[in-house]
């Protein structure tokens, strides 16, 4: 029931965006899940960049194999030999990065729960002191993770690409795109994950607004 009434307020929040709202009416509604393993996530959103969707799956599952298809501790990938990471498919880059995240949980002895009681910026400045993490990948953890609301990926291409068409933007400066897309999107609070969201969602194929 907390999903649904969840869902009913975001709805009726975002639909106030005219524009906006005939894209959520192309698709399902958003229901936000929380997931464990915050370290595995944020592993996981370091392979996917600058990947699509299909090819991050198909390496993520080369890594769970390395383990007999189970998730893998920090210890245990901090234990895997180097040369054994990159032959999944990963640079030489994704994968120092992954070792760095296993690395800075097992110092800071980090659990899913101490990462759950922070807020989103203070999360975003926590993580980012692992070198390879940025606020980019921060903010796919909150939004996927963590399951939080009120999220907005202001660097995400897709996310400016489809604000600029939407909207009518001018993307040749991208510094007065930002400032636009900030504009925007601070009528979406505190739901800008799923306004987020519904813009992914969105095909090219979407009628006109």
Same mark, same amino acid.
């Given at each position: ?5 969840? $869902? ?6 975002? $639909?106030?965006?005219?524009?906006? #709202?005939?894209?959520? *009416?192309?698709?399902? !509604? ?14 996981? /959103? ?25 998730? !893998?501790?920090?210890?245990?990938? @901090?234990?895997? !030999? ?15 990065? @992954? &070792? ?5 949980? @097992? ?9 759950? %009681?922070?807020? $989103? ?32 990926? &202001?660097?995400?291409? *897709? ?6 068409? &939407?909207?009518?933007? $001018?993307? /040749?400066? #991208? ?9 925007? /999107? *601070? ?18 194929? %979407?009628?006109?607004?």
């Amino acid at each position: 029931m907390l999903n649904i009434a969840v $869902n009913m307020q975001h709805l009726l929040h975002l $639909n106030k965006d005219k524009k906006l #709202k005939n894209i959520i *009416a192309l698709q399902q !509604p958003i229901v936000l899940q929380q997931r464990k393993n915050v370290y595995l996530q944020l592993c996981a /959103s370091i392979m996917s960049q600058q990947l699509n969707t299909r090819v991050a799956e198909i390496i993520f599952n080369r890594f769970l194999h390395l383990y007999s298809n189970r998730n !893998p501790t920090p210890e245990q990938i @901090i234990e895997t !030999p180097f040369d054994k990471l990159r032959a999944i498919g990963l640079s030489n880059a994704k994968t120092n990065y @992954i &070792l760095n995240v296993c690395a800075f949980f @097992i110092e800071e002895k980090i659990t899913d729960k101490k990462l759950r %009681a922070m807020e $989103n910026e203070e999360l975003i400045k926590y993580l980012k002191q692992i070198k390879g993490v940025g606020q980019w990948t921060v903010e796919m953890i909150l939004m996927f993770t963590l399951g939080r609301e009120d999220v907005f990926a &202001l660097d995400d291409l *897709a996310i400016q690409q489809r604000m600029a068409k &939407l909207y009518n933007l $001018n993307a /040749s400066d #991208k510094k007065i795109l930002r400032q636009q897309m900030i504009r925007i /999107s *601070a009528t979406w609070s505190p739901y800008r994950t799923y306004a987020c969201r519904y813009l992914w969602g969105w095909k090219d194929t %979407a009628t006109k607004t």
